[in-house]
T-cell receptor, first 116, second 115 residues
Framework: AQSVTQLDSHVSVSEGTPVLLRCNYS??????LFWYVQHPNKGLQLLLK??????LVKGINGFEAEFKKSETSFHLTKPSAHMSDAAEYFC??????????????FGGGTRVLVKP | AAGVIQSPRHLIKEKRETATLKCYPI?????VYWYQQGPGQDPQFLIS???????DKGSIPDRFSAQQFSDYHSELNMSSLELGDSALYFC??????????????FGEGSWLTVV
C-alpha cells in the first residue's frame, strides 16, 4: 500500500522569496516519487522524478526536491519564486518495481499563491 | 516533442447519455492510464493498460469501460451519465522500464460536463 500527504493545502510566498512544499509518503515498496504542477485549467506537467539514484533531484523551472528515506519525505523547493509558479502542485508516489501500469497515488495538492 | 493527445477537449452531454473519450499516447509508449479529477479534487485513478491488456483498476464505475487498441490508443466509454461524472478526465502514458520506474506523462485533459 502507498499513500502521500502534502502537509500544506495552501502556500503563499512573495515573488523572489524561497518556496517550500512539503510531502511525506508511505510505501510498502521502493518508491518512485514525482512532483507534478497543474496550472489553472491545464494538464499535469512533470517537474521532477526520483527513482533510486541521487537523492537530490533537479527538475525544470529551477525546482528541486530531496528524497530523505529516514524521514519518508520528498519536499519540493525553489530558491526564488516567480509569478508564473502560481499553480497547484501534486506530490505523487508509485511503486518502483511493480508491474507496468501500476497506478500513481496523488497527494491532496498544494496551491501556491505568489504575491508581487 | 510529441505529447499525449486527448480528444475531445470539451464535451457536454445530458444525463443518461453516453460519451467516449480518446487518448493517443506518446509514440512508443506502451502503457496508458486514465484519471478523473473532480472540481477542486486531486486526480483519481480509474484504469490502466499495458500492451493492450488491462493492468490495474481503480475506482472506475461499472458504467465506464475502457480499452487499448492495437495502435496503442485508448478509449474511455462512459454510459448512463450522471451529473457527478462531470470532471476533467486525464489520459497519461509511459514506457515501462523495470527498475527505473514509470515516468508518466499526462495529456491536457478532456472536460466533460453533464447537464
Amino acid at each position: 500500500a502507498q499513500s502521500v500527504t502534502q502537509l500544506d493545502s495552501h502556500v503563499s510566498v512573495s515573488e523572489g522569496t524561497p518556496v517550500l512544499l512539503r510531502c511525506n509518503y508511505s510505501s510498502s515498496y521502493s518508491p518512485s516519487l514525482f512532483w507534478y504542477v497543474q496550472h489553472p485549467n491545464k494538464g499535469l506537467q512533470l517537474l521532477l522524478k526520483y527513482t533510486s539514484a541521487a537523492t537530490l533531484v533537479k527538475g525544470i523551472n529551477g525546482f528541486e526536491a530531496e528524497f530523505k528515506k529516514s524521514e519518508t519525505s520528498f519536499h519540493l523547493t525553489k530558491p526564488s519564486a516567480h509569478m508564473s509558479d502560481a499553480a497547484e502542485y501534486f506530490c505523487v508516489v508509485s511503486d518502483l518495481y511493480k508491474a507496468a501500469g501500476n497506478k500513481l497515488t496523488f497527494g491532496g495538492g498544494t496551491r501556491v499563491l505568489v504575491k508581487p | 516533442a510529441a505529447g499525449v493527445i486527448q480528444s475531445p477537449r470539451h464535451l457536454i452531454k445530458e444525463k443518461r447519455e453516453t460519451a467516449t473519450l480518446k487518448c493517443y499516447p506518446i509514440p512508443r509508449h506502451d502503457t496508458v492510464y486514465w484519471y478523473q479529477q473532480g472540481p477542486g479534487q486531486d486526480p483519481q485513478f480509474l484504469i490502466s493498460f499495458y500492451e493492450k491488456m488491462q493492468s490495474d483498476k481503480g475506482s472506475i464505475p461499472d458504467r465506464f469501460s475502457a480499452q487499448q487498441f492495437s495502435d496503442y490508443h485508448s478509449e474511455l466509454n462512459m454510459s448512463s451519465l450522471e451529473l457527478g461524472d462531470s470532471a476533467l478526465y486525464f489520459c497519461a502514458s509511459s514506457l515501462w522500464a523495470r527498475g527505473s520506474g514509470n515516468t508518466i506523462y499526462f495529456g491536457e485533459g478532456s472536460w466533460l460536463t453533464v447537464v
